[in-house]
Structure formats: structure tokens, C-alpha cells
């Protein structure tokens, strides 16, 4: 028996026990439950699957192994049961942690115990059947258009460039960062982005606006502002929550969940995605040709829009008056 004695030091008399007892369950066909440990086998799991992962990723993990040990106590690998996992769940929702961070720490259960269940140390896996958390109503506001006139007016240079293509893109922060000239098509008057997300190209109508504000040349249009870090307090998202949004009266601190992490504040740059996308489903754009301009997150539904829905979407994108 492999399992039996993994850990065991020198205690023979308790390898033989557990020795007989598989010996005993073999002979019937059956798969017992592993009595060793719930933390000596996830420590071990943990160790063996570690060189696979990147830094912050071993780190993030660990944490989810030390917060359920913490949540479980000291029981034995064959003793978590689905009751077990569902409260830990739970509980991790009770303490306002996000839907996405609650199905990573149920994932990685799933793994841990889908693993002990093809090695048979136990009979049958805890974390079958349990679901992930319900998805939340999004924390975000969009602008209003007064709002986001005001943000052009308060700004310029690379930020009011910035603010524009965003807002009539309807493109997340970083692909709208990385444009350069060779993005721009004059004569057919569109905008490629390259987006990171999806790892696609999208193309969108150009905005007359945007158009007549763009300045000449061949570079990078955010040279700037995209030399940034992308995270943190010195990344554009943040320079602009805490010293852009202000200059229009919107003021935000971050405020804290019962666990201690940072909740999403109403408006950010993301804002102006949702303006756009609100502004034409006011002017009377389909759905589908609100996601012509604003992309949708599958890039195979993105992949089938036809001149025609271009054609169709810049007539509505150019009735957004700014």
C-alpha cells in the first residue's frame, strides 16, 4: 500500500494497521477512505504541484489551502464530505469575498480532491456536484454623457485623447492604450484594436470626433501614458479613479469587505464602456449592433460581423453627439 505509510515516520505499528485494514478492502473491491491527515495531504498535493506554478500563483494558493484547513479543523482526508465544501463556500461569500475569488477557491478543492480520488484515497470526491456562487449585480456606473463631456473638458493632452477613444470605442483601458497610427484606417474609418482579452482584432467605426482630434504621426498615440505600470498605485486605472474623476466631483476611497479586501468602487475607467453602450441602447442601436462596436467577449461572435453591421453600427456611433 503506497498511501499507508506516506508521512509516517517510524510508527510502524500504525503502518501495519493501515496495511491490514486496505489489505481487507482490496480483498472486497472496495476503495477506504485515507485516514491520514487533511493537512499533511494537501501539504504534500500542494508540494508535488508547486513547480508547475508561477509565484503568485503557488502564493495564492497556499492561502486557499490555510483558509479551508482553517475552516475544516483537524480532520482526516476521507472525512470531508460535501457539507464541508459547501460551507466553506459559504462562509467565504458571507465575508464579501468576489464570485470570481469564491469559484477559484472551489476549484482549486476540486483539483485537490479530484486528484486523492484517481490515486484512491477516497471512494468518492466531496467537491462532485458543488456550484459556484450565483454571479453579482455589477458594482460599476457608467458616465453620464454630461459626465463624460466634463472629462474632456477638464483634461488634455494623451489623457483627453485618451478619454475620447475610450468613450466612443466603448474598448477596455489597455487595448485603447496600446493604439498607434497604423491602427487608424482614414479612408475606410475604422479603428483596429488588438485585444488582449480576447486575443483578436477588433474593428470599430470611427467617431468624427475622435477623428479630428487625432494628432499626426506614426508612433504610438499614448507613448506616455502606456509607459505606465499597469497595476497599482502609479497604473493609469488608478491615476485616473484618484486624480482624474475628481476634477469632475466624482470622489471614491476604496472600502473594505468583512474580510479586508478592496470592493470595486462604482466608476472607473471601465465607466466609459458602459456609457457608450448605454448612450446608443438610448438612441435606439439593437443589441446587436451595440456588441458590433463593443465587442463581445467571444471572439467567434465577434469574428462573424459583416461590413453590413459596420455599416449599420458607424451610422449609429456617429449619432452619438459629444
Known amino acids: 500500500m503506497a498511501w499507508a505509510a506516506e508521512g509516517l515516520g517510524c510508527n510502524w505499528s500504525r503502518v501495519k494497521a493501515l496495511a491490514l485494514v486496505e489489505d481487507l478492502a482490496s480483498a472486497h473491491g472496495e476503495t477506504i477512505a485515507d485516514?491520514?491527515?487533511?493537512?499533511?495531504?494537501?501539504?504534500?498535493?500542494?508540494?508535488?504541484?508547486?513547480?508547475?506554478?508561477?509565484?503568485?500563483?503557488?502564493?495564492?494558493?497556499?492561502?486557499?489551502?490555510?483558509?479551508?484547513?482553517?475552516?475544516?479543523?483537524?480532520?482526516?482526508?476521507?472525512?470531508?464530505?460535501?457539507?464541508?465544501?459547501?460551507?466553506y463556500r459559504d462562509?467565504?461569500?458571507t465575508l464579501g469575498r468576489s464570485r470570481r475569488t469564491v469559484a477559484q477557491h472551489v476549484k482549486y478543492l476540486r483539483r485537490v480532491f479530484k486528484s486523492a480520488l484517481e490515486s484512491e484515497r477516497?471512494?468518492?470526491?466531496?467537491?462532485?456536484?458543488?456550484?459556484?456562487?450565483?454571479?453579482?449585480?455589477?458594482?460599476?456606473?457608467p458616465f453620464t454623457m454630461s459626465q463624460f463631456r466634463a472629462l474632456l473638458n477638464k483634461t488634455d493632452g494623451e489623457w483627453h485623447l485618451l478619454i475620447l477613444a475610450a468613450g466612443l470605442t466603448g474598448q477596455r483601458l489597455?487595448?485603447?492604450?496600446?493604439?498607434?497610427?497604423?491602427?487608424?484606417?482614414?479612408?475606410?474609418g475604422t479603428v483596429r484594436f488588438k485585444r488582449r482579452k480576447n486575443k483578436d482584432f477588433h474593428y470599430v467605426p470611427l467617431h468624427p470626433s475622435l477623428a479630428s482630434a487625432l494628432p499626426d504621426g506614426f508612433d504610438k498615440l499614448f507613448p506616455e501614458l502606456d509607459a505606465l505600470p499597469k497595476h497599482g498605485s502609479r497604473s493609469v486605472s488608478a491615476k485616473f479613479r484618484e486624480q482624474i474623476l475628481p476634477m469632475i466631483g466624482i470622489v471614491q476611497e476604496?472600502?473594505?469587505?468583512?474580510?479586508?479586501?478592496?470592493?470595486?468602487?462604482?466608476?472607473?475607467?471601465?465607466?466609459?464602456?458602459?456609457?457608450?453602450?448605454?448612450?446608443?441602447?438610448?438612441?435606439?442601436?439593437?443589441?446587436e449592433t451595440r456588441m458590433a462596436i463593443v465587442g463581445h467577449d467571444?471572439?467567434?461572435?465577434?469574428?462573424?460581423?459583416t461590413h453590413a453591421d459596420l455599416d449599420v453600427a458607424k451610422d449609429m456611433l456617429n449619432r452619438v453627439v459629444v
Open 35 to 87: 485516514p491520514a491527515p487533511l493537512a499533511e495531504y494537501m501539504q504534500e498535493w500542494r508540494r508535488a504541484h508547486q513547480p508547475d506554478w508561477s509565484v503568485s500563483s503557488a502564493k495564492t494558493f497556499t492561502a486557499i489551502e490555510k483558509g479551508f484547513l482553517a475552516h475544516v479543523g483537524g480532520l482526516a482526508l476521507g472525512q470531508v464530505t460535501a457539507g464541508h465544501i459547501t460551507s
Open 91 to 93: 462562509k467565504l461569500m
Open 122 to 141: 477516497i471512494p468518492s470526491d466531496p467537491t462532485a456536484g458543488i456550484g459556484f456562487p450565483a454571479p453579482q449585480p455589477s458594482r460599476k456606473q
Open 174 to 188: 489597455n487595448d485603447v492604450l496600446a493604439l498607434s497610427h497604423d491602427d487608424i484606417d482614414m479612408e475606410l
Open 254 to 287: 476604496y472600502g473594505h469587505d468583512l474580510n479586508g479586501n478592496r470592493q470595486v468602487t462604482s466608476h472607473s475607467f471601465h465607466s466609459l464602456r458602459h456609457m457608450l453602450s448605454t448612450e446608443l441602447n438610448r438612441i435606439g442601436a439593437s443589441a
Open 298 to 305: 467571444d471572439k467567434k461572435v465577434s469574428a462573424g460581423y
